[in-house]
């Protein structure tokens, strides 16, 4: 069994990586990855995806058709779009309130798996000391907020404990986006400078050329 500190430290990384990540996108990626499943709406899902890119590219003919010049193509292409477009809206009615469902399910789980089990974890572990601290390290009131709620004097709380790793997680995780931003911007003068040097490079060939022709 994986030790307590351990399973509260990668329960807080799962609540950054997932508030840092996005609740619509994780939810429209668990939709997608369901509807590759055989269940009883990928079927569905995958019409709706066909009969979507058929109308954008309907609607792109239309655009490229004059409808002067050639009405009766013109003509057909928008009874064929507008075909097209009611069945795209009666499968989204159809899936929509099974996405209603899925969504709010989703939701639950999500929830239950990072906030709910940080609180159950919380309260089930109140009173457990995660580590002893040395005698005489700190002082005695410090002692006391290491220890809050109900955990031992002299010991490490699995709510403190918590807040140490929600920390940690924070500043990696902005310590991380910061070099990922420096290093882009590093490479985007990287570039520019190389762009620069090109022209000033003809420009001399060219005055080169100009001194040998004068001479």
């Known amino acids: ?43 569905d899902a995958h019409e709706q995806i066909r009969l979507q890119r058929e109308v954008v590219r309907l609607k792109r003919e239309m655009n490229a058709t004059s409808s002067q010049d050639e009405f009766a193509k013109w003509a057909k292409m928008r009874r064929n779009h507008d075909k097209v477009l009611a069945q795209y809206d009666e499968k989204t009615n159809s899936l929509k309130s099974f996405r209603e469902t899925f969504n709010r399910t989703t939701t639950i789980l999500r929830w239950l798996g990072t906030n709910g089990l940080r609180f159950f974890i919380q309260f089930w572990y109140a009173k457990n000391p995660m580590f002893w601290i040395p005698r005489g390290w700190v002082p005695r009131y410090v002692e006391w907020i290491l220890a809050f709620p109900r955990a031992p004097t002299g010991s490490v709380s699995v709510q403190m404990w918590g807040v140490a790793c929600a920390t ?23 570039t520019e400078k190389e762009k620069e040097k090109v022209p000033m490079g003809g420009r001399d060939t060219g005055g080169d050329g100009r001194r040998k022709k004068e001479l």
């Open 1 to 43: 069994m994986p030790s307590l500190l351990l399973v509260v430290f990668l329960l807080q990384l799962l609540i950054h990586l997932v508030n840092t990540v996005g609740a619509p996108v994780i939810t429209e990626l668990l939709w997608t990855l369901y509807n590759k499943l055989p269940t009883s709406t990928s079927k």
């Open 168 to 190: 940690v997680v924070q500043l990696v995780g902005a310590a991380v986006v910061a070099t990922l931003v420096l290093a882009k911007r590093g490479e985007g003068k990287g």
